[in-house]
């Protein structure tokens, strides 16, 4: 099969033209700083990088990151196609083969995720309710604190609606499988 | 120019550990993947917010994604050097090296542009609202520039010499 795909005519275009090859490479690397870049920054924003920027605004991004999936999709497969039985058992390939199906399906799910609570996360009346209640604090003798502390957490785990730990986890592991794929698809061409 | 440049660097320390360490070469690459990954993505979200898109999002805000493009750009500054000590000879009568250059030397004169005439008057903008005609032409320069880079930067072994 992989020998057919090295003979059709895509592949022999992208092989043997002048062009081919390096137009697919172009469309590869634009769509990867797209898709890596966006899922990124999103990534980012959940393990608190920079605190103010809106979740629902990244829906949008999310959009054109799948744009960028395509296109590395689609000029990953003529690029694939062009050589097929060999990356077929290039081990760093496959690592980033792996890496870049996960690493879609999680984004789908963080995607998912974001749709159901970028709403609830953006929310500001929260935050300030939370910012009145630690103010309050000062206004408490050490013997109370106890209570404090445990009315601030339970108040904290009501009112301070931002990603949780599955969240956390999520967008680690995110920023995980596109170092991988990078690190897969760079070592291609030396091992 | 580019003559001297490549005697002075040949033979150097530098140019003999990078052509010595055989590991160097392809980690200083996925390094400069990584580095691309973080300067476009966040210049990404920065310019498309700029150009008037998406305005649910507060404008003044995407500058917290500054200090990400900040580092981007420092780690593919300093593995970039590196590419080019080590093989001086390959890029710097390389045309499409030549045009990368100068396209990062517009995208800083275009962020220059933007911190000096427009970064100033920014907030009195309103934050949800689209964006001026000076903003929507640093916003798209910026994408062509910095998508200009990463297209040209991935040519370079496809390119004559000039």
């Known amino acids: ?191 | 120019m580019a003559q001297n440049l490549i005697q002075l660097l040949e033979g150097s320390t530098l140019n003999i550990w990078v052509l010595s360490t055989a590991w160097l070469w392809p980690l200083l690459e996925i390094l400069h993947f990584v580095g691309l990954s973080l300067l476009l993505g966040a210049m990404l979200v920065i310019d498309i917010r700029l150009a008037g898109f998406v305005q649910k999002m507060h404008i003044q805000r995407t500058h917290d994604l500054l200090p990400v493009a900040g580092i981007g750009f420092l780690i593919n500054t300093l593995t970039g050097v590196l590419f080019f000590v080590g093989d001086p000879a390959r890029y710097a009568i390389n045309v499409g090296f030549q045009i990368k250059m100068l396209l990062v030397l517009i995208a800083g004169l275009n962020a220059l542009w933007f911190a000096i005439k427009i970064n100033p008057e920014m907030h009195r903008w309103d934050p949800y609202a689209d964006t001026n005609i000076a903003a929507k032409t640093v916003a798209y320069v910026s994408l062509v520039a910095w998508f200009g880079v990463l297209l040209l930067g991935r040519l370079i072994p496809y390119v004559s010499t000039g």
């Open chain 1, 1 to 191: 099969m992989f020998e057919w795909l090295e003979y059709s005519s895509l592949s022999v275009w992208v092989g043997e033209s002048l062009w081919g090859y390096p137009i697919m490479l172009s469309l590869h690397a634009i769509g990867l700083a797209i898709v890596v870049g966006i899922f990124t920054m999103f990534n980012f924003r959940v393990l608190g990088l920079f605190k103010s920027i809106e979740y629902s605004a990244f829906l949008d991004f999310f959009k054109l990151a799948w744009v960028g999936l395509l296109i590395n999709a689609g000029s990953g497969f003529a690029l694939f196609c062009s050589q097929a039985t060999f990356y077929i058992t290039n081990t760093p390939f496959l690592v980033k083969i792996s890496s870049i199906f996960i690493g879609s399906i999680l984004a789908f799910r963080i995607q998912s995720n974001l749709r159901l609570n970028a709403e609830k996360w953006d929310s500001k009346a929260t935050e300030v309710t939370m910012e009145k209640i630690m103010a309050s604090k000062k206004d408490y003798t050490s013997s109370n604190i106890k209570v404090l502390k445990g009315l601030e957490a339970d108040v904290h785990a009501r009112l301070f609606c931002g990603p949780g730990s599955k969240d956390h986890l999520y967008a680690q592991f995110s920023l995980l499988l596109w170092a991988c794929a990078i690190f897969g698809g760079r070592l291609i061409a030396y091992l």
